[in-house]
């Protein structure tokens, strides 16, 4: 029976033998709908295209492990999604291409920031400074709140500026995170209802 007349399962099952013309065909039934649907979230082709090759080259690697025990078309596209996610991310932590993030993720992060009110982000971001470390969280607020700079607020708390400097870039590196991952989920919701 030629590869085309088989169902995704039996072509998942002839990839856990290996079988390299069974993959090629899952390959071309979801390849251009997972690009689109990639491509209408990331708003990049290279992006887009890097994280549908992600997911394929994931399921050859790990075709003798894998068990799907649902839809095979929800499982690639749930796969997609969180490799967007992923992408997202690393957009936002690197910032490498400014163009990129300024032509697509900074418009819809406007929007999403304006539906949200300064209270909810303040509420956010708060409840993180309350997860810090209780040194951290101290020199954070010395900072941040009563805008004191780094040689007065190691002179107040007597400790070196080096480490006030080091607990301030902990802290801002603890805080990145979450709120980022927040804002992230956002705007993930945000790109697939548009």
Same mark, same amino acid.
């Given at each position: 029976?030629?590869?085309?007349?088989?169902?995704?399962?039996?072509?998942?099952?002839?990839?856990?033998?290996?079988?390299?013309?069974?993959?090629?065909?899952?390959?071309?039934?979801?390849?251009?709908?997972?690009?689109?649907?990639?491509?209408?979230?990331?708003?990049?082709?290279?992006?887009?295209?890097?994280?549908?090759?992600?997911?394929?080259?994931?399921?050859?690697?790990?075709?003798?492990?894998?068990?799907?025990?649902?839809?095979?078309?929800?499982?690639?596209?749930?796969?997609?999604?969180?490799?967007?996610?992923? #992408?997202?991310?690393?957009? $936002?932590?690197?910032? %490498?291409?400014?163009?990129?993030? /300024?032509? &697509?993720?900074?418009? =819809?992060? +406007?929007?999403?920031?304006?539906?949200?009110?300064?209270?909810?982000?303040?509420?956010?971001?708060?409840?993180?400074?309350?997860?810090?470390?209780?040194?951290?969280?101290?020199?954070?607020?010395? #900072?941040?709140?009563?805008? $004191?700079?780094?040689? %007065?607020?190691?002179?107040?708390? /007597?400790? &070196?500026?080096?480490? =006030?400097? +080091?607990?301030?870039?902990?802290?801002?590196?603890?805080?990145?995170?979450?709120?980022?991952?927040?804002?992230?989920?956002?705007?993930?919701?945000?790109?697939?209802?548009?």
């Amino acid at each position: 029976m030629h590869s085309v007349e088989l169902t995704d399962l039996e072509l998942l099952e002839a990839i856990r033998d290996d079988d390299p013309a069974a993959y090629r065909e899952l390959f071309n039934r979801y390849w251009e709908k997972l690009y689109l649907f990639a491509l209408k979230r990331l708003k990049s082709r290279q992006e887009a295209e890097d994280v549908v090759q992600h997911v394929f080259m994931k399921l050859w690697e790990h075709r003798a492990s894998r068990k799907i025990s649902f839809s095979f078309q929800s499982y690639l596209y749930r796969s997609v999604y969180y490799e967007v996610i992923a #992408s997202l991310k690393k957009m $936002l932590d690197g910032a %490498e291409d400014i163009t990129a993030i /300024n032509e &697509s993720i900074l418009p =819809v992060f +406007n929007d999403i920031l304006d539906k949200m009110s300064v209270t909810e982000l303040d509420d956010l971001i708060g409840e993180e400074i309350r997860k810090l470390p209780a040194r951290m969280q101290e020199i954070f607020r010395l #900072s941040r709140e009563e805008e $004191l700079s780094i040689p %007065e607020i190691a002179s107040r708390l /007597n400790l &070196s500026e080096q480490t =006030v400097k +080091n607990q301030l870039s902990s802290a801002l590196s603890r805080l990145r995170k979450p709120v980022i991952d927040t804002l992230c989920l956002a705007l993930m919701y945000e790109l697939t209802i548009r």
